[in-house]
């Protein structure tokens, strides 16, 4: 069974203020990908990152694939209260079509 | 990616009952998920629908406990059965959508929200 186990599990920030989250497996996955959730809503896809070591922007977002493709990052530069929410990464790998999704960091970002 | 509703949006039933969500798309897709989120957690699959064959339930989760249907490439529904409070719960449908397994992708649903008394 794959496991994504992500850390934290909860963040209070200030707006201005940085931070990251991890997403870490014993697993290779052959894509990661990363969700926000907001109250009341579906997760949101925000980034799949395919390939080893790769890093993608996303405005002050940036997301990072481990070089063996089991763990990921997710930087936040100036969190903003918009920002606030749940974040899953998802792997997928295994079975073509399923996902595994991690453990979830809760974020919350406050003026 | 493709647009997806969910009907109803939050319902609170009684325990013992049934309820029957249903998933629209506004494409034809191969693969439809339904996912259960209790309060503050990550999210679990419960099954798989394909249309034209039998969904495929994952580990913890019965064919008669959440019946699913899948009659058309646009359209799922999934069924609470004989419900309990154990079964309060966000339900959440997706789609998959990738030519390949490293581009596969899925898109959700806005979630129906079940309390049961």
């Given at each position: 069974t794959q496991l994504l186990e992500q850390s934290p599990q909860f963040l209070s920030i200030q707006e201005g203020e940085n931070l990251t989250v991890y997403c870490n497996s014993s697993s290779v996955f052959s894509s990661l990908q990363w969700y926000r959730q907001e109250p009341g809503e579906g997760p949101v896809l925000l980034v799949t990152v395919v390939t080893g070591g790769e890093v993608k922007k996303l405005k002050r977002l940036t997301f990072q694939f481990g070089d063996a493709r089991k763990d990921s990052s997710l930087h936040i530069t100036a969190a903003q209260p918009g920002d606030t929410g749940l974040y899953l990464c998802a792997g997928a790998g295994g079975t073509a079509s399923k996902l595994t999704f991690g453990t979830g960091t809760r974020l919350q970002v406050t003026l | 990616s493709a647009v997806?509703?969910?009907?109803?949006?939050?319902?609170?039933?009684?325990?013992?009952?049934?309820?029957?969500?249903?998933?629209?798309?506004?494409?034809?897709?191969?693969?439809?998920?339904?996912?259960?989120?209790?309060?503050?957690?990550?999210?679990?699959?419960?099954?798989?629908?394909?249309?034209?064959?039998?969904?495929?339930?994952?580990?913890?989760?019965?064919?008669?406990?959440?019946?699913?249907?899948?009659?058309?490439?646009?359209?799922?529904?999934?069924?609470?059965?004989?419900?309990?409070?154990?079964?309060?719960?966000?339900?959440?449908?997706?789609?998959?959508?990738?030519?390949?397994?490293?581009?596969?992708?899925?898109?959700?649903?806005?979630?129906?929200?079940?309390?049961?008394?």
């Amino acid at each position: 069974t794959q496991l994504l186990e992500q850390s934290p599990q909860f963040l209070s920030i200030q707006e201005g203020e940085n931070l990251t989250v991890y997403c870490n497996s014993s697993s290779v996955f052959s894509s990661l990908q990363w969700y926000r959730q907001e109250p009341g809503e579906g997760p949101v896809l925000l980034v799949t990152v395919v390939t080893g070591g790769e890093v993608k922007k996303l405005k002050r977002l940036t997301f990072q694939f481990g070089d063996a493709r089991k763990d990921s990052s997710l930087h936040i530069t100036a969190a903003q209260p918009g920002d606030t929410g749940l974040y899953l990464c998802a792997g997928a790998g295994g079975t073509a079509s399923k996902l595994t999704f991690g453990t979830g960091t809760r974020l919350q970002v406050t003026l | 990616s493709a647009v997806i509703s969910q009907k109803p949006s939050r319902d609170i039933c009684q325990r013992g009952t049934s309820l029957t969500i249903q998933c629209q798309v506004d494409s034809q897709v191969t693969m439809m998920f339904w996912y259960r989120q209790q309060p503050g957690q990550s999210l679990t699959l419960i099954a798989t629908a394909n249309q034209g064959s039998e969904a495929t339930y994952e580990s913890g989760f019965v064919i008669d406990k959440f019946p699913i249907s899948r009659p058309n490439l646009t359209f799922s529904t999934l069924t609470v059965s004989n419900m309990s409070p154990e079964d309060s719960s966000i339900y959440l449908c997706s789609v998959g959508q990738g030519r390949t397994v490293a581009r596969y992708e899925q898109y959700f649903g806005p979630g129906t929200r079940l309390t049961v008394t």
